[in-house]
């Protein structure tokens, strides 16, 4: 086939595919769906070996956010019944994040919700990183709390953070219609800050929240003129008591697509497979580990993904390995002497172009990636979900119930 011969060649050298090359990817039909990954497979070979990332979350401050991004379950007049609560301690925190590098991640992303943080929000957040640095030697912490105010960002970068999170979620063109109280310019605007800052950035996007394949290449490209280090492609979970409760209209095939064509724009990026990985990918999660090289282990900041036992088994059947905290994951040419996390220098040719959102989200449950969990649906079930479409899928999303902000051990 002569576009993924094409778009091969692009991503091995690092070249970006014409926007119809990264359209007809998305147009391809299921016959050819096993060459397209292959495709884009190679190239993430090239980049990222067989090694697989692992990213835990901590949702430091649940619900109660003031913004109305609309796939978020901790928005302004959400009904999802969440966990709510303020900000962890810096100890609860740390003991959060143990659990999951416990499990074998190697990043620890701190999620608050809100549209950003107080000077006094970045005090405590520059606490717990210090508490959480000070515990686990080698971890790279990823902060993600919202739109940042000038000096923020140096401020998390001296307290030790990493990277900083914030997605642009979807096009320029459509980001009013799925957020009122901050605008697509915010957001891009948030990841500049970081980016300037030092901090390896971290932006994506959410998939299936009733877009345009037009609008899901606008946002990858205009990431990639952010040039992030990394970008969490999140599959939306259409969360009941939000206002896309019934956008249930991806398929684990449409995602396998999707995370190919960032895979071809973005080569040389982490590209992560975030919330909704469990909801929509579900038994082809392994062939997307062919695609992404990095996932997140456990839950997510307000639902449940699947056990961390079945992420590490699932990437050792797939024939990958856990990536180590002594290598560093993105290639040499992006590397550069951020702490244990690579970062990018430059590398795009084609930085500059506008980008951007508001807090970063990780897949509709707010400024994190809220997932949720895939439970064993008998075959009868499989069929009535065939044809239920657009119906709530209870059996696919649980809400969050153990962890951070619980009593209950964290899943990792
Ligand atoms: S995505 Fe972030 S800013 Fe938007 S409603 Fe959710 S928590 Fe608030």
């Given at each position: 086939?002569?576009?993924?011969?094409?778009?091969?060649?692009?991503?091995?050298?690092?070249e970006?595919?014409?926007?119809?090359?990264?359209?007809?990817?998305?147009?391809?039909?299921?016959?050819?769906?096993?060459?397209?990954?292959?495709?884009a497979?190679?190239?993430?070979?090239?980049?990222?070996?067989?090694?697989?990332?692992?990213?835990?979350?901590?949702?430091?401050?649940?619900?109660?956010?003031?913004?109305?991004?609309?796939?978020?379950?901790?928005r302004?007049?959400?009904?999802?019944?969440?966990?709510?609560?303020?900000?962890?301690?810096?100890?609860?925190?740390?003991?959060?994040?143990?659990?999951?590098?416990?499990?074998?991640?190697?990043?620890?992303?701190?999620?608050a919700?809100?549209?950003?943080?107080?000077?006094?929000?970045?005090?405590?957040?520059?606490d717990?990183?210090?508490?959480?640095?000070?515990?686990n030697?080698?971890?790279?912490v990823?902060?993600?709390?919202?739109?940042?105010?000038?000096?923020q960002?140096?401020?998390?970068?001296?307290?030790?953070?990493d990277?900083?999170?914030?997605?642009?979620?979807?096009?320029?063109?459509?980001?009013?219609?799925?957020?009122?109280?901050?605008?697509?310019?915010?957001?891009?605007?948030?990841?500049?800050?970081?980016?300037?800052?030092?901090?390896?950035?971290?932006?994506?996007?959410i998939?299936?929240?009733?877009?345009s394949?037009?609008?899901?290449?606008?946002?990858?490209?205009?990431?990639?003129?952010?040039?992030?280090?990394?970008?969490?492609?999140?599959?939306?979970?259409p969360?009941e008591g939000?206002?896309?409760?019934?956008?249930?209209?991806?398929?684990?095939?449409?995602?396998?697509?999707?995370?190919?064509?960032?895979?071809?724009?973005?080569?040389?990026?982490?590209?992560?497979?975030?919330?909704?990985?469990?909801?929509?990918?579900?038994t082809?999660?392994?062939?997307?580990?062919?695609l992404a090289?990095?996932?997140f282990?456990?839950?997510?900041?307000?639902?449940?993904?699947?056990?961390g036992?079945?992420?590490?088994?699932?990437?050792?059947?797939?024939?990958?390995?856990?990536?180590?905290?002594?290598e560093?994951?993105?290639?040499?040419?992006?590397?550069?002497a951020?702490?244990g996390?690579g970062?990018h220098?430059?590398?795009?040719a084609?930085?500059?172009?506008?980008?951007?959102?508001?807090?970063?989200?990780?897949?509709?449950?707010?400024?994190?990636?809220?997932?949720?969990?895939?439970?064993?649906?008998?075959?009868?079930e499989?069929?009535?979900?065939?044809?239920?479409?657009?119906?709530?899928?209870?059996d696919?999303?649980?809400?969050r119930?153990?962890?951070?902000?619980?009593?209950?051990?964290?899943?990792?």
């Amino acid at each position: 086939m002569d576009l993924l011969n094409t778009l091969l060649d692009k991503g091995l050298r690092r070249e970006l595919p014409t926007r119809d090359e990264a359209l007809a990817v998305l147009a391809t039909s299921d016959d050819e769906l096993l060459d397209v990954v292959a495709a884009a497979g190679r190239v993430r070979r090239q980049w990222f070996g067989r090694r697989v990332k692992l990213n835990y979350l901590v949702n430091l401050k649940s619900g109660l956010c003031p913004e109305d991004c609309s796939y978020c379950s901790q928005r302004l007049g959400s009904k999802a019944e969440i966990l709510k609560y303020t900000w962890l301690k810096p100890d609860q925190a740390s003991e959060a994040a143990a659990a999951g590098l416990a499990g074998g991640a190697k990043r620890v992303c701190l999620v608050a919700s809100g549209r950003g943080p107080t000077d006094r929000d970045v005090d405590r957040v520059s606490d717990t990183i210090k508490a959480i640095k000070d515990q686990n030697e080698g971890v790279e912490v990823c902060a993600c709390l919202g739109l940042l105010s000038d000096g923020q960002a140096e401020r998390l970068r001296d307290a030790g953070a990493d990277a900083y999170n914030h997605n642009l979620n979807t096009s320029e063109g459509t980001y009013g219609d799925i957020t009122t109280t901050h605008t697509y310019a915010d957001r891009v605007d948030t990841v500049r800050k970081a980016h300037a800052a030092g901090l390896s950035a971290c932006s994506g996007l959410i998939a299936g929240m009733g877009e345009s394949d037009e609008d899901l290449v606008d946002v990858v490209y205009a990431l990639r003129a952010l040039d992030p280090d990394s970008v969490p492609v999140n599959f939306l979970i259409p969360f009941e008591g939000t206002p896309l409760a019934k956008e249930w209209n991806l398929t684990p095939q449409r995602c396998l697509r999707i995370l190919a064509m960032v895979r071809f724009v973005c080569p040389d990026v982490e590209v992560r497979i975030a919330g909704g990985r469990e909801v929509h990918l579900r038994t082809m999660q392994p062939l997307a580990l062919h695609l992404a090289n990095s996932i997140f282990l456990g839950d997510y900041l307000t639902s449940e993904g699947q056990a961390g036992k079945a992420d590490l088994d699932m990437i050792a059947d797939a024939g990958f390995e856990v990536e180590g905290t002594g290598e560093v994951t993105l290639p040499e040419h992006r590397a550069t002497a951020h702490a244990g996390c690579g970062s990018h220098t430059g590398a795009s040719a084609e930085a500059g172009a506008d980008a951007g959102a508001g807090c970063g989200s990780h897949g509709g449950g707010g400024c994190g990636p809220c997932g949720s969990t895939v439970r064993e649906a008998a075959p009868e079930e499989l069929v009535q979900e065939a044809a239920r479409g657009s119906e709530a899928r209870t059996d696919l999303v649980a809400v969050r119930r153990r962890g951070a902000g619980t009593d209950l051990a964290p899943n990792a």
